[in-house]
């Protein structure tokens, strides 16, 4: 058993997060100490979620609260302290960078300001810049490009995220064989709102990695398939229900898709407006399903693209 698996005293297993947003990982605190104007009320209004669509106008007012170098870098140090609280030692970050440029703002300052503060944490992290796949593919290849360019400065991945339904992976082939000859893995949002058939889409592109792809769990070939080929689901337990793609913890499918032999990574998503986080989902997946702590960890780290 390798060494991240240990336990050290007063907390729990050391644990990798692969999918989170940096936007999303914004709390009320980081967001009034970037804009003192707000109250908690309006920022607490904005982080409800009853539906998916609903997540997506918060996740859009609170991107359009972040609009300087620093404030990106605060949102940054604050999530990886909560991070390395958690014992967390390993962490890949989604950076909404199609979310940067269609705001208009400097993408280049926004990195450097955020892999800045990266360097300082004890938590060895890397990026994931990803486009909004429902702008479609225009505009997602300067993301990719950006993506390129910095892979020596922490950049790991390219990711496609936004409404699967909107933004059909199959648009986004050329962008994504850009990024994979950059030297870059592939992650993409799929099977989350939609059904297997955007699961199989993404995977035709190159997807290394599914971004929730819960809705696997309706096919039998696919889930095949993703056990065959050692493709890991980026499972998001509290997010899936919060955005009522599932209508309760307990209905969540992730029991049967472990069961079925999908490799099986827990994550957060966006853990501000979803009021979790990676120790609680590691809970409720032991509470609720019976999965083991230490194998959800070992899954962590032995899915990540980076050097542990």
């Known amino acids: 058993m390798h060494s991240y698996y240990y336990k050290v005293p007063g907390a729990k297993y050391v644990k990798a997060e692969l999918h989170v947003h940096l936007e999303g990982s914004i709390d009320a605190e980081t967001l009034l100490a970037i804009d003192p104007s ?26 359009r609260k972040i609009e300087k170098p620093e404030h990106y870098a605060l949102a940054t140090r604050h999530l990886l302290e909560r991070l390395a609280a958690q014992n967390v030692t390993y962490a890949e970050i989604t950076l909404s ?3 940067i440029l269609w705001k208009g703002q400097d993408l280049t300052a926004i990195y450097d ?10 938590v060895k992290a890397f990026w994931i810049p990803d486009a909004v796949r429902n702008l479609g593919p225009e505009p997602a290849l300067p993301v990719a490009k950006f993506a390129v360019e910095r892979r020596g400065d922490g950049v790991i991945a390219f990711g496609l995220g936004g409404d699967e339904a909107r933004g059909p992976a199959e648009l986004f082939r050329d962008v ?3 990024a994979r000859d950059g030297g870059l ?40 398939k993703l056990r065959e080929s050692n493709i890991p689901l980026e499972v998001c337990i509290s997010s899936n229900v919060c955005t009522g793609v599932v209508a309760s913890l307990p209905e969540h499918p992730v029991r049967q898709l472990y069961n079925a ?26 509470r609720l399903f019976g999965l083991s702590p230490v194998s959800l960890a070992a899954a962590g780290f032995r899915h990540a693209f980076g050097p542990i």
Not at 38 to 63: D, K, M, P
Not at 113 to 122: G, K, L, V
Not at 186 to 199: D, N
Not at 261 to 286: K, M, Q, S
Request: some cysteine; glycine content about 8%.
């Open 185 to 224: 893995h592939l992650v993409c949002h799929a099977g989350e709102t939609t059904g297997p058939e955007s699961i199989w889409a993404a995977l035709d592109i190159g997807a290394e990695r599914i971004g929730h792809g819960i809705a696997a769990v309706r096919d039998p070939l696919l889930l095949k």
């Open 38 to 63: 707000l109250s908690r009320e309006e920022i607490a209004a904005h982080y409800t979620c009853r539906s998916f669509e609903e997540f997506i106008q918060g996740y859009i007012w609170v991107n």
């Open 97 to 99: 960078a199609g979310m």
């Open 113 to 122: 300001a955020i892999w800045r503060e990266t360097q300082r944490s004890p």
């Open 176 to 178: 994504f064989a850009y």
């Open 261 to 286: 032999g999908v490799p099986i990574v827990l994550n957060t998503d966006d853990p501000a407006f979803f009021h979790t986080t990676l120790t609680r989902e590691y809970e409720i997946a032991e």
